[in-house]
């Protein structure tokens, strides 16, 4: 229980991305950030997941959804990080030329 308290009180309020929030893992993800009091942003290109997975949040204040894919646009993608709480341990531009470098491999 105490790791529960500790964890609404991190998350309240913050603006939280998940990417692949339409999938059946990331959409029950959502709903547990949304359920902690986050705000959460759904990017997902819906080559796996499914609108359906996340309609039920669709008319919440707190929940917005970007069709797409995250190596779609670094711009867009920045813009969107720029207004998240969360700020990973090394820069979003590192993680994206990380993946893609991984991905051709």
């Known amino acids: 229980m105490k790791a529960f ?13 998940v990417t692949g929030g339409a999938g059946f893992i ?9 359920e902690l009091g986050a705000r959460v942003t759904v990017l997902d290109d819906l080559s796996t997941g499914f609108e359906k997975n996340i309609e039920e949040f669709a008319s919440r204040a707190d929940f917005s959804f970007i069709q797409g894919d ?4 670094l711009a867009d993608i920045s ?11 090394y820069t979003f531009e590192e993680g994206i030329a990380a993946y893609l470098a991984f991905s051709k491999r």
């Open 5 to 17: 308290r500790e964890a609404v009180t991190r998350l309240k309020g913050r603006h939280i991305l």
């Open 26 to 34: 990331g959409s029950n993800l959502v709903e547990a950030l949304l």
């Open 70 to 73: 995250i190596r779609d646009s």
């Open 79 to 89: 813009t969107i990080q720029q207004q998240l709480d969360y700020r990973p341990l």
